[in-house]
């Protein structure tokens, strides 16, 4: 018994010790473990938001507003190429006024008569032009100047030299408005520059106000899409009219 009893508290003792002395050698190599120096032992999901995820608003990124235009940086707002025209030539005017202001003032309904005028000398001419080079020509024909030509062409000889008489009559008629054009500006030497000026400046009228020949049908015909036939303010005005008429008609009203 003693030796059983002396045995078992040995042991107890031994068990003891052996836990006393492996106890702190555990904790001190814990603590001077190589790896717990990067460890964060706080837990990732202790920064969210205790608010369940189907309350989290979405906010989006904030968008940098877009720079505003100025009216300073677009001197004019033009909306065609029409209108570009029309302050074209009224700067075009107004530049040849201040750099020659000797030159005679032009006004609308002088500028009317005076291309009246020239278009009567070029008709004129257009006339003198087709008489005259139809004489020329069948002078040329007559004397036998051509007679090869004619020979070359399968056709009766006079009905040949009949068609090219009036090929050159044609020709006299297309070259009479422009020797027209050169006596008008050569008698009216001192209206060319202004006139040449509000000829631009009518022109660009005419195509801003014309309207769009696209519309056009049988019974809405282009009522003068050039301003041919305008030969005075009171014409243009009433030009405006059928212009305007045209437009009501294409809309139905």
């Known amino acids: 018994m003693l030796v059983t ?51 989290v608003k979405f906010r989006p990124s904030p968008v940098a507003p877009s720079p505003r235009r100025s009216l ?28 020659h202001p000797e030159t005679p003032a032009l006004n609308w309904e002088t500028f009317f008569k005076l291309r009246k005028s020239r278009r009567r000398w070029q008709q004129g001419f257009s006339v003198l032009g087709m008489v005259g080079f139809g004489l020329a020509g069948s002078m040329a024909l007559g004397s036998g100047a051509a007679d090869s030509l004619v020979g070359g062409i399968p056709l009766d000889p006079l009905m040949t030299m009949g068609l090219m008489t009036m090929g050159f009559a044609a020709l006299g008629w297309l070259v009479g408005p422009s020797i027209g054009t050169v006596v008008f500006n050569a008698m009216n030497s001192k209206w060319k520059a202004p006139m040449a000026l509000k000829e631009s400046q009518f022109f660009a009228r005419i195509k801003k106000n014309r309207v769009d020949p696209t519309a056009s049908s049988a019974r809405n015909p282009v009522p003068d899409f050039y301003g041919e036939k305008i030969s005075s303010v009171a014409g243009y005005r009433q030009w405006l009219r059928d212009q305007r008429a045209f437009n009501k008609k294409k809309i139905g009203v």
């Open 5 to 55: 009893s002396a045995t078992s508290m040995l042991r107890a003792g031994a068990g003891r010790s052996a836990t006393s002395g492996l106890q702190p050698m555990f904790l001190r190599s814990t603590a001077a473990c190589p790896y717990s120096a990067g460890l964060n032992m706080t837990s990732p999901f202790s920064s969210m938001s205790q608010q369940p995820p189907s309350l």
């Open 72 to 99: 300073s940086a677009t001197p004019s707002r033009l909306s065609t190429d029409a209108e570009v025209d029309a302050a074209a030539a009224a700067k075009a005017s107004r530049a040849q006024i201040a750099a």
